[in-house]
C-alpha cells in the first residue's frame, strides 16, 4: 500500500485541516509514492521506535508529536530526520487533528479513566476536548490516586475539596482549557501544567490533575493502530509504546 493511500486513511477520521493553525501535520518525510507493508504507530520518532522499526522492516512511522515542528537548521547523524531519510522510512505525523477526531486521542484518554457519557466541549480556537462522567463521585486526593492506577506514571494536582464526577480531560498540553473547563465540569485530567496554572485553578477553587504528557496521550497509539488495520489488511500496524520518559 502506497505512503499516500496510508494518509488518505488517517484524514478520512482525522482531516488534517482540522488541525490548528500553528501544527505542522501530514507526510513529513519520505515518499508518498512509497509501498510499504509494516507501519510502525506510535507518539514519537524516538531512536528507539525508529530502531523498532528498521528491526521489523517498517517502511513508515505514524507518529502523534510532529517529527518536524519548528524550522530544522541542520540534519545530523542521529537525529531522527536523519535517522529516518537513511533508512528510507517515511514518517506521517497527526497531532492536533487527532486530538479533536472522533476516537482520538481525547476521546481514548476519556475511556481509559472510564468516563460515561462522553462529549466534546470546543473552546474559541476550534480545539475539542472532551468531558464525561464518572460512575461515582470522587475526592481529589481518591481520583488522583484513581487516574495514577489507569495511566500509570506521576499526578501532580490541586484539590478544591469538592466531589468530582462530571470530568474534562485534554491530552498533552491542556492548562490552557483551565476556565472552559471549570465552566462545565468538576475537574480537568491534562498534562504539564504550568506552576501559575496551578495557582490559577487553586484561587478559582478547581481541581486539576496533571497526569504526565506521555501518560495522558500514549492511550492513543493501540487503538489506531487497531483502528487503522480494520480499514486495510494490506499493511501490518505495529504499536510501540517504549518511549516513556522515566520518573522515580
Known amino acids: 500500500m502506497k505512503v499516500k493511500e496510508i494518509l488518505n486513511l488517517i484524514n478520512s477520521f482525522a482531516p488534517a485541516n482540522t488541525a490548528l493553525s500553528y501544527d505542522n501535520t501530514g507526510l513529513l518525510l519520505g515518499d508518498a ?19 523498532f522499526a528498521k528491526e521489523n522492516n517498517a517502511g513508515l512511522i505514524i507518529t502523534h508529536h510532529p517529527i518536524i515542528f519548528d524550522g530544522l537548521k541542520s540534519v545530523l547523524v542521529g537525529s531522527a530526520v536523519y535517522e529516518c531519510l ?3 522510512i517515511s514518517v506521517i505525523s497527526a ?4 486530538d479533536v477526531a472522533e476516537g482520538g486521542v ?15 466541549v470546543t473552546d474559541e480556537e476550534g480545539f475539542s476536548f472532551r468531558k464525561g462522567t464518572l460512575s461515582e463521585e470522587m475526592s481529589a ?14 499526578v501532580r494536582y ?3 475539596k469538592k466531589p468530582i464526577k462530571t470530568v474534562s480531560v485534554c491530552g498533552g498540553s491542556g492548562g490552557s482549557e483551565l476556565e472552559l473547563a471549570k465552566s462545565v465540569s468538576d475537574a480537568l485530567v491534562t498534562a504539564d501544567v504550568k506552576h ?24 492513543v497509539v493501540n ?26
Open 86 to 88: 537513511a533508512a528510507g
Open 223 to 248: 487503538p489506531l493502530a487497531e483502528r487503522l488495520a480494520k480499514m486495510t489488511d494490506k499493511v501490518e500496524f505495529l504499536p510501540f509504546s517504549g518511549n516513556e520518559i522515566k520518573t522515580v
Open 95 to 98: 497531532h492536533t487533528n487527532l
Open 106 to 120: 481525547n476521546d481514548c484518554l476519556a475511556k481509559a479513566l472510564g468516563l460515561k457519557n462522553i462529549t466534546a
Open 196 to 219: 501559575n496554572v496551578l495557582i490559577t485553578a487553586n484561587e478559582i477553587n478547581f481541581s486539576i490533575f496533571d497526569a504526565g504528557h506521555f501518560h495522558t496521550e500514549n492511550v
Open 158 to 160: 490541586t484539590d478544591a
Open 141 to 154: 486526593e481518591v481520583f488522583a490516586g484513581y487516574i495514577k492506577g489507569r495511566l500509570g506514571g506521576v
Open 33 to 51: 509514492e512509497q509501498t510499504v507493508t509494516k507501519a510502525v504507530v506510535c507518539l514519537d520518532a524516538t531512536p528507539d521506535a525508529i530502531d
